[in-house]
């Protein structure tokens, strides 16, 4: 509960939500427990003992009186159907979106984009918010990108744990941001497959065996 909570303020903290929109999610390794932001709550005012915990079928387990994001659908979808998914979290943050607004996947022109996404950041064709089609686009589009973008709407991480999914949160605003303005001086050449997968596999490997910050990057070839 504490991480997920946390990863919900770290949200407010990196500038990628506004408001109440956006939210975070876990899931608890030990009992398959889903810990999940309630709605409509001020990120300000946002306490850990308003986290609502639900199950798998989206029942509350437990609350402080309040319902669970209007995500939620979404969220337990990806859970029930992405068994390495140990986090997602959903923003609207200002770059990303816009590549979301028009429905376009963000190229993978950056050997972070390659370190991290491991390929372009796809975009998911535009669904309701209502309901769980988002989850199950986000399933369809994601391949092993941590982030996606949803076309419309903003952007969907999901990744195995609540760490590695804030930072594709924090990355994809990151490389929307620079891609953009590389865009407005000149062609960006996209990296080679080749070179993608010794990024992806070279990043992937590093965090494998305990590194925690982002020295990883620096220290790929
Ligand atoms: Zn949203």
Redesign the pocket.
């Known amino acids: 509960v504490e991480l997920v909570y946390e990863a919900n303020l770290a949200l407010a903290a990196n500038g990628l939500i506004k408001w109440t929109?956006?939210?975070a999610s876990g899931r608890d390794p030990d009992t398959g427990l889903i810990v999940i932001k309630p709605s409509g709550v001020r990120y300000s005012a946002l306490r850990s003992k308003d986290m609502v915990i639900l199950d798998l079928d989206g029942h509350i387990v437990s609350s402080n009186e309040m319902r669970p994001s209007t995500?939620a659908a979404s969220h337990l979808y990806i859970y029930n159907n992405a068994l390495d998914v140990g986090a997602v979290i959903?923003?609207?943050s200002t770059y990303a979106t816009a590549w979301a607004a028009v429905g376009r996947a963000i190229p993978p022109v950056l050997s972070s984009i390659a370190d991290v996404f491991g390929g372009p950041i796809p975009c998911g064709r535009y669904q309701p918010?209502v309901g769980s089609r988002i989850g199950e686009e986000v399933l369809r589009v994601r391949g092993r990108s941590p982030a996606v973008l949803?076309k419309n709407?903003?952007v969907f991480c999901a990744a195995k744990d609540v760490s590695t999914t804030l930072r594709a949160a924090v990355m994809v605003e990151e490389v929307a941001q620079i891609v953009w303005i590389s865009a407005q001086l000149g062609h960006a050449e996209v990296l080679s497959t080749e070179e993608i997968d010794r990024y992806f596999a070279y990043y992937q490997g590093a965090y494998g065996q305990g590194s925690n910050s982002g020295n990883a990057r620096e220290a790929a070839p």
Do not use: K, L
């Open positions: 929109s956006g939210n995500d959903h923003t609207h918010t949803m709407h903003g």
